[in-house]
């Protein structure tokens, strides 16, 4: 596998991809072996291993527990291309048989005319399955899906959980033609990519970061885990400022080559920033900040004359009662 592609091509993945990809390896897992069955078949695979080596300790076992390897789950990506980049947007699964290392052809071409259907400017760009690497049983899916797309990718998603790793667990492969030992192979060459949000993508993303816990957890629990999320962002995107910093102070002493492709870059992200320093900056700021507080008043105002409301009609009720007793009138 070689190590980085040469195609040129830019990837733009989108995050309803990846959730996809992981919703379909979540329920495929859980439904190999249920909870509930899990302690069972546990009991029943320890009693089978104590027969077989009380009857012959010389016989290997007929009957092994089950594997603990994970499963791998397989489909396709969806998108489109214009010129030299290629946006993923979507994925749908597909039906895989690990016998004979083929996919269910009629289930691809069912899905792919339903999905034209809804979706007409998508094409089939490739497919996606899970793992920690990519497997050599994957170039044989690959080669099944080039009279589809002549130039497939694979998408290719890590499920084990690395707490150290910060970048996506998510690569991307294309396939090129190499000379090895003289015989001409197609091999799986990673490709980078960016992710890429729409605004529907993001409002749909925050609402699955702030779901419920399925334990019941308080607002405080979701709170926590709020502000961990956004001071994770934030230390990574100072650390990464710093890198940036550091990498440009040593640009300047001389100390590594000028780059000016990254320089322009470097430019063109600092000319998104806001000009913070400027007068009309600082005069929207106060006039927002100071919206803000009026509105916090005013808040703050009618939760007082509710609560005094409620205060007064409970006194006058009270009054009335022992009013009617003695022959006087409500207070207020």
């Not at 399955?129 to 044989?140: K, L, P, R, V």
């Not at 629990?221 to 709020?226: G, W």
Request: glycine residues 4%.
């Amino acid at each position: 596998m070689a190590s980085s592609s040469s195609s040129g091509l830019t990837f733009k993945l989108h995050p309803l991809v990846i959730v996809n990809i992981s919703d379909h390896y979540t329920r495929v897992k859980s439904q190999m072996q249920p909870p509930h069955l899990s302690s069972e078949c546990h009991a029943n695979n320890n009693a089978n291993a104590n027969a077989n080596a009380a009857s012959s300790d010389a016989a290997p076992s007929s009957s092994s527990p089950p594997s603990s390897t994970p499963p791998r789950v397989y489909g396709c990506v969806i998108g489109v291309q214009r010129g030299r980049t290629v946006e993923i947007f979507n994925s749908f699964e597909l039906l895989y048989d690990s016998t004979t290392n083929s996919l269910d052809r009629a289930f691809l071409e069912k899905k792919q005319e339903l999905y034209k259907k809804v979706f007409p400017n998508f094409y089939v760009l490739g497919w996606y399955s899970t793992g920690s690497d990519a497997q050599e049983s994957d170039m044989n899916i690959h080669k099944a899906l080039m009279d589809i797309n002549e130039s497939p990718l694979y998408v290719l998603l890590n499920p084990s959980i690395n707490h150290a790793q910060k970048d996506l667990p998510v690569t991307i492969f294309e396939s090129e033609l190499h000379v090895i030992d003289g015989i001409p192979q197609l091999i799986f060459v990673r490709s980078s990519y960016t992710i890429e949000t729409v605004e529907a993508e993001r409002i749909s993303v925050d609402h699955v970061a702030h779901l419920k816990p399925s334990d019941g957890g308080s607002a405080a629990t979701q709170l926590a885990a709020h502000l961990t999320g956004t001071h994770s962002a934030i230390k990574m995107l100072n650390s990464r400022i710093r890198v940036l910093h550091h990498y440009l102070l040593s640009m300047q002493k001389g100390e590594i080559p000028c780059e000016n492709s990254l320089l322009r870059q470097v430019s063109s992200l600092l000319r998104r920033l806001p000009a913070i320093e400027s007068g009309k900056f600082l005069d929207d700021f106060l006039m927002e900040y100071n919206d803000t507080l009026l509105i916090t008043y005013l808040a703050m105002f009618t939760n007082c004359s509710s609560a005094m409301n409620e205060l007064v009609d409970k006194f006058n009720t009270s009054y009335d009662r022992h009013s009617r007793r003695g022959g006087r009138t409500a207070f207020f």
